[in-house]
């Protein structure tokens, strides 16, 4: 065997739990070629960056690759190309290009989005069983998920707090209809009840942990680990909500196949581009919508409107459609902010609804003469 082959093997023995494979070698050819060394980020502080190599966890400054674009910036999850061993202070010189990325929107006004993980394979939502359901939410995160490339899982946290088996089946038939093809796990990390079908989820590939404070994140996370190496603490009795327990995004390889990317508790979780994903969250209303007479229905007060008649049936929940006109708004106004096009678009059709409005307020008053 040839040195460069047994390095080759060396890489692929090392970085194979952390979810390295063919065609991560091949997109790695060119900088191997260099001299560099492939390795995974297990972490990322300010501008610096831990990550897994053959060698084991080097410590490296991310200087070369931080654009102004917090889009483009080294993130947990990226496969890089670091310095070899001997350089001071060793770099990241490149990343390899994502195959997926979990991003939300800044919490700036400027339309910017921020990049939460990259290169996962499954986004569990996290949800806490200790304080009533918030679908709204749950629909907000997965619509991120989705459009990120990953399957979600809804997790129902704290499963042993429910007082029994019928409450319990309620609730995940709550969210099952508030996540259409999405898989619903209600799981107790203080029992394991339900933690046998989440490890077997998620041992194939990259899986991200998402969810509010208090949500069981960082319990769920040793469970899957089978260690106590994420800190937990206490949730208040009088809403379920806790602080905040991880800081930072932290990339820790499973012992029964897999890798978990666990994330601070997220307050806001705001869309950024997320059209698919809202699209794919509310299926059953962009199915029922192919069926309205018009294919600009706003689902509204428009005629022959197959989803207002679905609303009127009872088939469609009127908080799924209040829930989806409004993902969809909040969605426009983040892509407005650079589509000049699209805003064009949102002026004209602020102008018709108003229009339409004052005629409606003439009409009435004709009628009151």
């Given at each position: 065997?040839?040195?460069s ?48 190599t ?25 496969w ?31 339309s ?83 933690l ?26 040793n ?35 897999g ?80 589509d ?10 602020w ?19």
């Amino acid at each position: 065997m040839t040195s460069s082959s047994a390095a080759s093997s060396s890489v692929r023995t090392a970085l194979a739990p952390y979810g390295w494979d063919e065609a991560w070698a091949d997109a790695f050819a060119p900088h191997a070629a260099e001299g560099l060394l492939p390795g995974r980020v297990v972490r990322v502080d300010r501008g610096q960056c831990d990550v897994v190599t053959a060698d084991g966890v080097v410590r490296a400054d991310t200087a070369f690759v931080t654009p102004h674009d917090p889009m483009k910036v080294v993130c947990t999850g990226d496969w890089v190309a670091v310095d070899p061993e001997g350089a001071h202070p060793r770099y990241v010189q490149a990343y390899l290009p994502r195959r997926t990325a979990f991003v939300r929107s800044t919490s700036s006004k400027r339309s910017e989005g921020q990049i939460l993980a990259a290169n996962v394979d499954h986004a569990i939502v996290a949800v806490s069983l200790a304080a009533e359901l918030d679908l709204g939410r749950i629909e907000r995160f997965l619509a991120l998920a989705w459009e990120s490339g990953a399957q979600p899982v809804v997790v129902l946290t704290k499963a042993d707090l429910v007082p029994d088996a019928v409450t319990l089946s309620y609730l995940v038939q709550d969210v099952e209809t508030t996540a259409p093809g999405v898989p619903v796990l209600p799981v107790s990390s203080v029992d394991g009840d339900g933690l046998d079908v989440l490890v077997a989820l998620v041992g194939g590939g990259t899986s991200v942990l998402l969810g509010q404070s208090g949500a069981g994140k960082s319990t769920l996370a040793n469970a899957l680990l089978g260690e106590d190496v994420m800190e937990v603490r206490a949730t208040r009795d009088v809403d379920g909500k806790g602080r905040h327990t991880t800081t930072t995004r932290n990339l820790l390889a499973l012992p029964g196949g897999g890798v978990l990317i666990d994330t601070p508790g997220l307050r806001g979780v705001g869309l950024y581009d997320a059209e698919t994903g809202v699209g794919q969250v509310f299926s059953e209303i962009e199915a029922l919508a192919e069926g309205c007479r018009f294919h600009d229905c706003a689902h509204e007060a428009e005629p022959g409107c197959a989803v207002l008649a679905a609303i009127d049936s009872g088939e469609l929940p009127v908080r799924r459609l209040e829930s989806y006109r409004k993902l969809k708004r909040e969605n426009q106004y983040i892509v407005a902010k650079t589509d000049a096009r699209l805003r064009a678009e949102m002026r004209r059709e602020w102008k018709r609804k108003g229009a339409q409005g004052r005629a409606a307020m003439e009409a009435k008053r004709g009628r009151l003469r």
